[in-house]
């Protein structure tokens, strides 16, 4: 039991170090807090291998290499965009901001934003986010503020700052395109690899038919806590109907 012993305390190590890394960079939020949790579980596992059977142990690790292999399937899906670079529209889903600054994921889906309008530049940007109880801005403001920063024309930019949730996102979007499109426009979103899959339910329901994505990189200290989340969320979406 020495090999599962130090395999335990490999796993827990692994995940502390990403959660204590991702709660210093990113707002606190559930995969955060599930990743601490999960990291505790397995450090007690590996001290207490030797009194646990055997069952336990390896059933222990095949749901680990289970929840692994289902983590990893969403980042890779989220990887292969489908963008045309002809859109009318981009709709970049907030993930929160830390102050009045996003936080460095969203960041990365607003350098994704600013790579496509360089290849656009008749494109709409729509920035999607409201505010959160710890944020001092709404997050589309703070977006917005990123996107001029980066050369992106203001007049470019359209903001959504009602936004709590993804299908928020999309719904109060789609009503931004209402008021700047007649018929219906050409519409792609962008968001981090991993929420892309959940995202596309979530536009599909909001009635973006075939709505095209493009993804952005996720900073290795989140990987593992927003694949838990992300997981958590497609669970409760399937089960319950909302997020």
Same mark, same amino acid.
């Given at each position: ?7 335990? $305390? @490999? ?6 170090? !990403?959660? #204590?890394?991702?709660?210093? &960079? ?5 995969? *955060? ?14 001290? $207490? @291998? ?6 336990? !142990?390896? #059933?222990?690790?095949?749901? &680990? ?5 289902? *983590? ?172």
């Amino acid at each position: 039991m020495k090999a599962v012993r130090c395999l335990f $305390f @490999a796993i827990g190590s692994i995940f502390f170090l !990403s959660a #204590a890394v991702s709660a210093f &960079t990113s707002n606190l939020h559930a995969g *955060i807090i599930f990743t601490f949790a999960a990291s505790a579980l397995y450090i007690i596992a590996g001290a $207490f @291998a030797s009194k646990l059977p055997k069952w336990v !142990s390896y #059933a222990a690790l095949i749901l &680990t290499a289970v929840a692994a292999v289902v *983590i990893s399937s969403l980042y890779i899906y989220g990887c292969f965009d489908t963008v045309s670079y002809d859109e009318d529209a981009v709709i970049v889903l907030g993930c929160g901001i830390r102050g009045d600054v996003p936080a460095p994921q969203l960041a990365r889906r607003l350098d994704a934003a600013a790579e496509y309008y360089r290849k656009n530049p008749d494109v709409l940007i729509i920035v999607s986010g409201g505010q959160g109880e710890d944020e001092d801005i709404p997050e589309s403001e703070a977006m917005k503020k990123y996107l001029i920063s980066l050369g992106i024309p203001e007049s470019s930019i359209s903001e959504e700052s009602s936004s709590t949730s993804t299908e928020e996102n999309f719904r109060f979007s789609k009503e931004v395109l209402g008021e700047r499109f007649e018929g219906e426009p050409g519409v792609a979103f962008i968001t981090s690899e991993y929420h892309v899959f959940r995202a596309s339910l979530h536009a599909n329901s909001a009635g973006f038919d075939g709505i095209a994505h493009l993804h952005s990189v996720t900073p290795w200290n989140l990987i593992i806590p927003n694949g838990i989340r992300e997981c958590l969320g497609i669970v409760r979406q399937f089960v319950f109907g909302w997020l």
